[in-house]
């Protein structure tokens, strides 16, 4: 769906709410604080900037961002989880203002980490903006996964398959999605007004996944590292405008 000047100027708002949470839990995240302490960080920046929250409540999830620490790739609750010296941490976040979304996530290292840890962190990311670079006006959308998963692989890492980026505005969540890999096809054709989440989950070891029984967090069937990022990101005629960036 291609979204109005008016549209977009809401998802900007929405974004720059998402980025200034991103910002206030990178903050708070060190040794010895608790996941949920940053979810309560993460809740203070959406009360006072006036959004809503578009993670509490969706299909019952019971905090405004996710936590994945270390092996958890996506979708960790907050909780008593305390942080440790040499933890990575993904944090996703979401905020809704006058009805449109923005969603982004980011990895860091808590303290001193591993060498295959900071790596992992920096391949990830620039695997983000590699596929960014492909959202523009007549390309393809496949392009995006073609690239994040070039760079993931030429680093020696993997990329999940069960979870993917996806269209976003009025709802989290809308069509089409965005694999972070060449699924065969080039998919749809770019035009000025798209709006996209695009969004790596890398993985250590290899791309295979196993759900915990809380029914949400995802994490490496080996047991080994993994890292997400992601920015919610318009296609205009000037090229792909990142609305999740302060």
């Known amino acids: 769906m291609r979204r109005s000047a008016d549209e977009l100027a809401k998802m900007r708002r929405a974004g720059r709410v998402v980025a200034e949470m ?3 839990t ?3 995240a060190r040794p010895g604080v608790t996941t949920r ?3 309560a960080v993460a809740r203070d920046v959406l009360e006072r900037r ?3 929250s578009n993670f509490l409540g969706y299909h019952g999830f019971p905090a405004v961002i996710c936590t994945s620490p270390n092996d958890m790739i996506v979708h960790g609750i907050p909780g008593d989880y305390r942080l440790e010296d040499g933890d ?3 944090v996703d976040c979401g905020a809704i203002i006058e009805g449109y979304h923005g969603d982004a996530a980011y990895t860091m290292a808590v303290g001193d980490v591993s060498a295959e840890a900071r790596r992992l962190i920096e391949v ?11 959202l523009k006006v007549g390309n393809r959308l496949h392009e995006v996964g073609r690239a994040v998963q070039s760079v993931a692989e030429d680093a020696g890492f993997s990329v999940v398959r069960e979870y993917v980026g996806h269209a976003i505005g009025t709802a989290m969540h809308e069509q089409p999605q965005v694999p972070n890999y060449w699924p065969g096809t ?8 798209m709006v ?3 969004e790596p989950m890398v993985n250590a070891g290899g791309p295979e996944t196993r759900q915990l029984d809380d029914g949400w967090s995802v994490v490496t069937a080996d047991g080994r590292l993994s890292a997400h990022f992601e920015h919610t990101i318009a296609v205009t005629d000037a090229g792909p405008e990142v609305f999740t960036v302060p």
């Open 22 to 24: 991103h910002e206030k």
């Open 26 to 28: 990178r903050a708070a």
């Open 37 to 39: 302490q940053i979810d």
């Open 50 to 52: 006036g959004a809503t």
């Open 88 to 90: 990575i941490l993904s």
């Open 124 to 134: 990830t990311e620039r695997s983000l903006w590699a596929g960014i670079e492909q």
């Open 186 to 193: 080039p998919g749809p054709t770019l035009k000025a007004g």
């Open 196 to 198: 996209f989440a695009v």
